[in-house]
């Protein structure tokens, strides 16, 4: 009883925070409820018994993640009237986006099929945590039976951290960049040292 209190405690919370992180109007509002939907997710990892995949969200998507998200949206300085302008532009293009979308949604869970041994998975016995704990059984898990989607995952990452130095590094009018080859083939004589003797200057 006091189990189940606690799930819908979290899943309660969690629900909240992601419906504020869309309806909230500033941005750094809407970073701070995705934070606090992480860290109830996290929550209801522990209450599966998964406390690897728990610690592993809120390293990473709370310590990192949403803590970046956060800096940038803070430095960026979103101008909300702008972004309020064109909402009614782009508002039949985001309807009709939407539609194709949830009958995508409709069409796979109305066309969904169990697998034939399903019921024999289900039914396949855990191992207790004295023989592998959850780490163990979740990097055999993935490096076995789904090592290709995991690397193909690596490299969706890879190409996206690609594309992100890419677009940092593109040449643009009035802005001084730093030429290491420039800086290495400069002569002796560009410095000059000068003696000082103490308590005076130059």
């Known amino acids: 009883m006091f189990t ?19 309806s909230s109007r500033n941005p750094v509002h809407s970073v701070l409820w995705l934070i606090l939907a992480f860290f109830n997710a996290a929550g209801l990892f ?10 592993v969200l809120v390293i990473v998507y709370v310590g990192a993640v949403a ?15 702008e972004l309020k302008e064109g909402f009614l ?12 979308l949830l009958v995508e949604l409709l069409a796979m869970f109305g066309g969904w099929a169990f697998a034939p041994d399903v ?3 289900i039914k396949a016995p855990t191992p207790t945590l004295d023989q592998a704990s ?8 993935i490096y076995t ?38 800086q290495v083939g400069r002569s002796r004589d560009s410095v000059e040292l000068k003696k000082v003797q103490s308590g005076r200057g130059i």
């Open 67 to 81: 803590v970046l998200f956060l800096f940038v949206v803070m430095m960026l300085d979103i101008n909300m009237v």
């Open 134 to 141: 959850n780490t163990v059984a979740l990097g055999k898990l």
């Open 46 to 55: 522990l209450l599966l018994g998964a406390e690897f995949l728990a610690m």
């Open 89 to 100: 532009q782009y508002l039949p293009t985001g309807a009709l986006i939407a539609v194709v």
């Open 4 to 22: 189940a209190l606690i799930f819908y405690m979290f899943a309660a919370i969690a629900v909240a925070s992601g419906v504020m992180v869309i």
């Open 145 to 182: 039976n789904y090592v290709y989607l995991f690397q193909a995952s690596g490299l969706v990452l890879l190409v996206a951290m690609i594309g992100t130095i890419l677009l940092t590094h593109r040449k643009r009018t009035g802005v001084r960049k730093q030429i290491i080859a420039d």
């Open 119 to 121: 019921e024999a998975m």
